[in-house]
Every structure is written in C-alpha cells, then in structure tokens.
C-alpha cells in the first residue's frame, strides 16, 4: 500500500514539474535529429574536367561517369577550377595523365579521387576487352 502511494506521488510530481517533463521527451528528440543530421548519407557528386586533344579521351570519359566535362585548353579549366566551378581537373597527354584537385573541400577531394579511379578502372577493362576481342 505503501509503494503504491510513494509511486503515485512520483507521478504526480512528474506531471506538475515541466522542466523534467521536457528534458524526458523534447532532448531526446532533439539528440535524434542531430545525429541524423550527422550521420545522413548525402553523396557528394563531383565536377571534373577532361583536358585532352583527342576528343576520343574525352568521350570515353564522359561516356564512363556523368561527372566528367570535357575541356579543349586547360587554361579554362583551371579558371574553372579556381573559380570553384570544378572540383577536379586532369589533363591526359600522350602517355601520362596529371590530376590537378581544388583543395579547398576535402569531401569533394575524396569524392573526385573515387570517380576517376572507378572511370579509370572502367576504361582499363573495357580496354582490354576489346583487345582481347581483336585479338
């Protein structure tokens, strides 16, 4: 009988003090929404610019990840690159490619480095199925 009092009166207290009630039901909402907001998956899409002479290397590219723009000089793209328009430049020549990143965002950093590796890894397979298709 005794408990069953004690109980009662806590509940009451509970009811009457708002502060308490708040922190029981609004700060856990709040902590949710914050780690949601953390933790939610926004994937970043990258802008990366192609500089080639052959158009053959740009088409590929672009036809690998909607993320390449094809670029004829590489002095628009690095205007581009400077003015935050592009996150990511590479400029293949005849038998090297350099990759030139902005810097300033190290997601958009990382986000750039994952499309060309996955663009060059398509590019090498569909490359050596097609010689071993000539062959």
Same mark, same amino acid.
């Given at each position: ?12 207290? #509970? ?13 856990? @909402? @709040?902590?949710? $929404?914050?780690?949601? @907001? ?16 052959? $158009?053959?290397?740009?088409?590929? #590219? ?5 993320? #390449? ?37 190290? $997601? ?14 398509? @590019?090498? $397979? ?10």
């Amino acid at each position: 009988m005794r408990i069953r009092a004690l109980v009662k009166r806590i509940i009451r207290q #509970f009811i009457r003090d708002k502060r308490t009630l708040a922190m029981m039901f609004i700060a856990p @909402l @709040l902590i949710l $929404t914050l780690v949601n @907001l953390v933790f939610s998956n926004n994937d970043y899409e990258p802008k990366i610019a192609v500089v080639s002479d052959q $158009t053959m290397i740009i088409n590929k #590219f672009e036809t690998a990840d909607k993320a #390449f723009t094809g670029y004829n000089t590489s002095k628009t793209a690095i205007d581009d690159l400077k003015d935050e328009k592009l996150d990511a430049m590479i400029e293949v020549q005849s038998q090297s490619a350099t990759i030139t990143l902005e810097g300033s965002n190290p $997601t958009a950093n990382k986000a750039s480095m994952l499309t060309i590796e996955k663009a060059l890894k398509k @590019l090498n $397979t569909h490359a050596s199925e097609q010689s071993s298709i000539k062959t």
